[in-house]
């Protein structure tokens, strides 16, 4: 059962190749972490992921996509999170966070509020009130979105600093694995998509230029972080757009983020077209890991495979047949926390319950034992 095998990136070695994308909550105030978010994640390493990402986690107060976003910094969030750290890897898993920053999607709704920009009606709703998106070149995200400010040289050296600042924090809150947000239509694919980078200027124009701040942003996270640390980039392998970034660019950009210390590509894609435009995937079962595999193949660099993934035996397939050397689930573990359990379960690695904590494992062999005892049936 390659799905529980051992994997090692640097110094890190994960339990097995299962890992929990990061998902947002929304219920921060002022980037702050409470006890949602630790119930919320501890749950994913008591169930028995090897490696448990925060949600994204603003570098910067205006990289916030909403007012309920976590954030690192400032260097009174670390706490909060080391709490969080400290927790997960005394069950057993890999602490990850994402490091982002949302550019242009910035000063959003929640998405139970509607996911469109916040405006006057919700500071006499809820006291929140709408802050300037940056981005490359001022394109709003969509209609009825309003301008983003086009970073200038200071901007984006600015925000290269706050990666930086945010990875040293990570590492003092205990952090194994930092991912690199820069899929989704965040910051960082704002810059490498033709979608929507139109500058003329040393970070716009040719694909090279287009993949500078990338680059930038994972030598800046690099120089904060350990070497003997992890550094997973997250990315849009395609775009799904006309015109748009495509998995030769993505193998491109591969290649030389390889070369500057990133050690895992995490194959998203789609996000850069706005609310509302049509985009050309068809979703399944792992319909993204393709990405993933080819990367692989093409790079030599370790990837993780996403995209909608529930069942055990064909995620099992595709890590023995090194289509991914991670899988990363997130709406599944949210509807069963224990999903890495039952696949164990359902795979032969664990017939006895001896992966689950013993807290747990002792009552459920203690039902098996009564349910065998009195012929009853499990429920």
């Not at 820069?182 to 090279?208: C, I, K, M, W």
């Amino acid at each position: 059962m390659a799905l529980f095998d051992p994997f090692t990136l640097r110094g890190v070695t994960f339990p097995n190749r299962v890992a929990v994308s990061p998902m947002s909550q929304y219920v921060s105030v002022d980037g702050y972490t409470n006890d949602w978010h630790i119930v919320h994640l501890g749950r994913f390493a008591l169930g028995g992921a090897g490696l448990v990402f925060t949600e994204a986690t603003a570098v910067e107060e205006r990289g916030r996509r909403t007012h309920g976003d976590l954030g690192l910094w400032h260097d009174d969030h670390v706490a909060g999170l080391a709490r969080i750290a400290k927790f997960l890897k005394e069950q057993g898993a890999i602490a990850g966070i994402q490091l982002g920053h949302a550019g242009r999607k910035a000063s959003e709704r929640r998405p139970w509020d509607g996911e469109t920009p916040v405006d006057s009606e919700d500071v006499s709703l809820r006291g929140e009130a709408p802050w300037t998106a940056l981005g490359p070149s001022p394109l709003p995200y969509g209609d009825g979105w309003p301008e983003p400010a086009e970073m200038s040289l200071s901007d984006i050296g600015t925000v290269l600093e706050a990666f930086g600042s945010a990875a040293r924090r990570a590492d003092a809150a205990g952090f194994d694995v930092i991912d690199i947000y820069a899929g989704h239509g965040f910051l960082v694919h704002q810059f490498y998509s033709p979608v929507t980078n139109r500058r003329t200027d040393a970070y716009g124009g040719s694909r090279e230029n287009r993949m500078r701040f990338a680059i930038e942003v994972a030598k800046a996270v690099r120089a904060h972080w350990p070497e003997d640390k992890p550094l997973i980039f997250r990315i849009s392998a395609v775009d799904w757009v006309e015109g748009g970034w495509d998995l030769d660019d993505t193998i491109a950009l591969a290649e030389t983020l390889k070369s500057h210390g990133v050690d895992m590509l995490d194959c998203s894609s789609g996000g850069i077209g706005g609310p509302g435009k049509p985009q050309r995937m068809t979703i399944g079962h792992g319909f993204q890991v393709p990405f993933a595999e080819a990367v692989r193949k093409a790079t030599g660099l370790a990837t993780m495979g996403v995209g909608f993934l529930w069942e055990p035996a064909e995620v099992d397939r595709m890590v023995a047949e090194g289509e991914a050397d991670l899988v990363a689930l997130a709406r599944e573990l949210l509807d069963d926390p224990n999903w890495t359990l039952h696949a164990a379960r359902a795979l032969g690695a664990d017939s006895q319950h001896e992966m689950w904590k013993p807290q747990f494992g002792w009552w459920l062999n203690k039902r098996e034992r009564l349910v065998k005892k009195l012929n009853l049936r499990s429920e």
